[in-house]
């Protein structure tokens, strides 16, 4: 009876007590929470969260719920950046600390801290090439190279061995680099590095699936692969094409992840012809045969307000001489230039900017610059007020502020928000702010 009695009092513990994930945050002080993710192949699934103590200590106590596998944990917004992924195997307490500067250092958990050495491992062996080819002494010895890539070989097997059964060998085994089997020069070195740069990655590979390294591997690959032609452009272009080759076996699902991701970059980076080549030679395609409709919206919304591309048509109403007609942008012929300008009476940056270009526009010959000043509103009073203000622009009521059409066709999220359009209605340019528009007109 006394067993049965221990047993029915100890049992909860061991349902619920089992690992933990500690550590500590630095600086301290400048962190709050910190959340623990379970990363899965396409999504994150959300675990639970903790308070970053005053002094930066913090902890999650893990049950028996908490199973094996790949753990991400967010400490600030946006949490898609600030964020490092810890390998959790359900059989040790993993205790860690985190600096804002120099990043995580695991102090227990064999399988993080063997993943951390033999990342920091073949890195000092990849510096070390590295010196060697910089290295300008025309009698380099040659030896010493060869002794470099043995080094590297046996580090490599060392690790793999040594990480056998573990989720951490997953990763060392896919990182496994190109080692030549003699001593070849540097250009032939890059090139053969570049060319085996996915040999050993399996983009079916669930583990891998569940972390940062197919995405790290991918933007190595199209952000540092060496240039053919000079030309930045198609250079990513190219660098796609290689990536998309080498994941060619990967499910669909990962597929437009990944380049989900990587048009998200291109799109951050504002290089627009390289977002929409993703888009229409990858993503599209994609998106269509996983049937998501709304990533499908977003890739046509960006590519028709592109530069280059001609601006989405509306209609507008047009007053001459106490006579109203209804115009469409696209029938305008009035001006070398035309600005659409989304702005609101209830913005203060745009109470500062709109005034500005107002100005602005009288200052330019006539026929140069004609501007169309949509107003993204609640309620049309205070902006019709407004509108007098300016009597050279064209005005456009944008009823339903954020649920606009013309604005939802033009992707606007936040006011004021430009667009220079030649007489063709091409968009020419997306200027931030006012001073950037003005900078447009003086370079032309």
């Known amino acids: 009876m006394k067993q049965l009695l221990f047993l029915a009092l100890f049992l909860p513990t061991l349902l619920v007590a089992q690992h933990s994930i500690k550590g500590t945050f630095s600086p301290a002080g400048e962190f709050e929470i910190a959340l623990l993710y379970k990363v899965e192949p396409t999504l994150s699934s959300y675990i639970t969260n903790t308070k970053i103590e005053a002094d930066g200590r913090f902890e999650f106590k893990l049950d028996t719920t908490v199973t094996k596998g790949m753990y991400r944990i967010t400490y600030a917004v946006p949490q898609e950046e600030y964020n490092f992924d810890v390998i959790y195997n359900a059989k040790e307490d993993v205790e860690l600390t985190f600096n804002s500067e120099t990043g995580v250092e695991f102090l227990a958990s064999r399988e993080n801290k063997l993943l951390a050495s033999y990342t920091n491992s073949m890195l000092m062996i990849t510096s070390t090439i590295g010196n060697y080819f910089r290295d300008e002494n025309k009698d380099k010895d040659t030896l010493a190279l060869a002794a470099i890539f043995k080094t590297q070989r046996e580090t490599q097997k060392g690790f793999e061995d040594a990480s056998k059964g573990t989720i951490a060998s997953h990763f060392i085994k896919a990182n496994r680099p190109f080692i030549p089997k003699k001593v070849v020069d540097a250009k032939t070195y890059v090139n053969l590095l570049e060319k085996h740069y996915f040999d050993h990655v399996d983009f079916k590979n669930e583990v891998l699936q569940r972390s940062k390294f197919l995405t790290e591997r991918m933007l190595n690959c199209v952000f540092g692969m060496s240039s053919k032609n000079g030309n930045e452009i198609e250079t990513y272009k190219n660098n796609i094409a290689i990536f998309n080759k080498a994941m060619k076996d990967a499910p669909q699902t990962i597929k437009k992840s990944l380049y989900t991701d990587l ?45 280059g591309s001609v601006a989405p048509d509306f209609s507008f109403e047009v007053t001459n001489k106490e ?6 942008l696209s029938e305008l012929n009035v001006a070398q230039n035309y600005i659409i300008a989304f702005w609101s009476s209830t913005c203060s940056h745009c109470l500062e900017e709109i005034p500005e270009l107002h100005k602005f526009e009288k200052t330019l010959e006539k026929g140069k610059l004609k501007v169309i000043a949509i107003g993204l509103e609640d309620e049309p009073y205070k902006w019709k007020n407004l509108t007098y203000d300016f009597p050279d622009f064209l005005h456009v009521y944008g009823k339903g502020k954020w649920d606009n059409e013309i604005g939802d066709s033009y992707g606007v999220t936040a006011t004021p928000t430009y667009f220079i359009l030649d007489k063709d209605k091409k968009i020419v340019a997306k200027p931030i702010d006012f001073e ?5 007109f003086d370079l032309e």
């Not at 006579?323 to 469409?328: F, G, I, L, P």
């Not at 950037?436 to 447009?440: D, I, N, Q, S």
């Open 323 to 328: 006579k109203t007609s209804t115009k469409k």
């Open 263 to 307: 048009w998200e970059q291109m799109v951050d980076l504002k290089l627009e012809p390289v977002a929409n080549f993703i888009a229409e030679n990858y993503l599209m395609d994609l998106a269509v045969a996983l049937n998501d409709q709304q990533l499908l919206a977003t890739l046509i919304l960006y590519q028709n307000t592109s530069i």
């Open 436 to 440: 950037e528009l003005k900078v447009f």
